[in-house]
């Protein structure tokens, strides 16, 4: 079972987030951006995935760039041990048993469509879902530099 959630209080001044999704091609990628764009270095964020794709989601770079977001430059990559020990705070996203979990690590398991294989009104939706919950985890954490 995971740890409860984590309040603001818990964490450091400067947090390290890890976003987790199989892939690491779509979901943590979009979602670690978004956290990038709104905390600035405020945040150190990361994302990996538990059996990582070759290459982001076309349809994702897409979305994002819609929202002002590039993320044409990143790649995926694999989860490690030492990922989820650095991080104070894990947001996985689809991993089911795939994503370790270890004791002293707080942990968010945001239950969102795989936008793998969606046109791009789907992947849009699901865009828009992982900013709105990166916009309260950003207010949250107190380090929302612009909405």
Do not use: K
Not at 99 to 111: E, K, S
């Amino acid at each position: 079972m995971p740890a409860p959630e984590p309040t603001p209080a818990c964490l450091p001044a400067r947090p390290r987030v890890l976003f987790l999704c199989v892939h690491n091609a779509g979901r943590s990628q979009m979602a670690a951006a978004f956290l990038r764009h709104l905390a600035g270095d405020a945040v150190e964020v990361g994302s990996a995935g538990s059996a990582p794709a070759e290459a982001v989601n076309p349809v994702a770079v897409a979305a994002m760039a819609e929202a002002g977001i590039d993320i044409s430059g990143t790649r995926p990559r694999a989860l490690t041990p030492e990922d989820v020990l650095a991080a104070d705070l894990v947001v996985t996203m689809g991993c089911g048993d795939t994503c370790p979990v270890l004791p002293g690590t707080a942990y968010r398991d945001w239950a969102l469509d795989d936008p793998a294989g969606q046109a791009l009104p789907a992947v849009r939706r699901v865009r828009d879902e992982i900013g709105r919950r990166v916009r309260e985890l950003a207010e949250e954490l107190g380090v929302a530099a612009s909405a």
